[in-house]
């Protein structure tokens, strides 16, 4: 009798262990009770540092255990909170609604790109002088006459081997920046021209002026492209929205008391 009892335990030990290791996720990264933080829960953004990760694992445990103690105290059956989930997963489904029959079907031409920029010239005129600048910024006096050199040498070897070491990009520095040291001399020098070193709070400068647009000055296509992009494609989702609202609203029955809104 006794002995059978023992069996009977130990079988029941077993199962209830084996039950239970069952449940674990394999690949769990954090748990709270039996609630557990799988790599198929991590975001697809925002954790690709250690740090980032550790973060957001933190940031997990302790929404979990926040929202166990509350559900203690039957705040998920609060009535306000499940209107709120209610009318956020209504507002999700309705997004979602818009995006697959409204923003995923507007497409944009380059023939309209092209006869929007050409209707709308004057908005994409110049409102302060703009500069096309190689922009370097070292923290050595030694460093930056390096660079200086180089750019002046105008070596192509040299040059790739810069671009390689600091990874600069050409970019468009309109007057008026924060950096005045570097603001009234960029646009008093001519095309072409290196300037540097040139000491500021933030480093020695070294700067080479590739162009020059004044005020006034209308804006290439290939400039204000993306620009005009999402111009159209922001006219074309209105348009396709109230078409779709339109059609919706003639397709079902809807009442309004006139004596409740008036």
């Not at 079988?11 to 933080?37: H, Q, T, W």
């Not at 105008?154 to 603001?183: C, M, S, W």
Request: with cysteine; glycine share 2%; aromatic share 10%.
């Amino acid at each position: 009798m006794f002995k059978t009892r023992m069996i009977t335990s130990t079988l029941m030990l077993v199962l209830f262990l084996s039950c239970s290791k069952e449940k674990l996720p394999e690949d769990y990264i954090a748990r709270v009770g039996n609630s557990f933080l799988t790599s198929k829960d991590m975001p697809e953004f925002d954790i690709s540092t250690p740090q980032n990760l550790k973060n957001y694992v933190s940031n997990w445990i302790v929404d979990e255990v926040l929202y166990k103690e509350a559900v203690k105290y039957h705040f998920d059956k609060d009535k306000t909170i499940e209107k709120k989930v209610q009318d956020y997963k209504k507002q999700l489904v309705i997004d979602e609604f818009i995006k697959f029959f409204v923003n995923s079907r507007v497409k944009t031409s380059d023939e309209e790109i092209r006869n929007y920029y050409l209707s709308h010239r004057k908005l994409f005129t110049r409102h302060r002088d703009e500069a096309k600048v190689v922009h370097i910024v070292v923290k050595s006096f030694e460093e930056a006459k390096r660079i200086k050199t180089v750019f002046l040498s105008n070596n192509i070897n040299e040059l790739e081997k810069l671009h390689r070491k600091y990874r600069f990009e050409t970019k468009v520095i309109t007057k008026g920046q924060p950096i005045a040291e570097l603001d009234k001399t960029i646009f008093e020098t001519p095309v072409r021209k290196v300037l540097g070193p040139i000491a500021t709070d933030y480093g020695y400068h070294v700067i080479k002026i590739l162009e020059i647009k004044r005020k006034g000055t209308i804006k290439p296509l290939d400039e204000v492209r993306d620009e005009i992009i999402h111009r159209l494609t922001q006219l074309k989702i209105q348009k396709a929205y109230e078409t779709l609202v339109d059609s919706l609203l003639s397709k079902y029955k809807y009442e309004i008391k006139t004596e409740v809104v008036k």
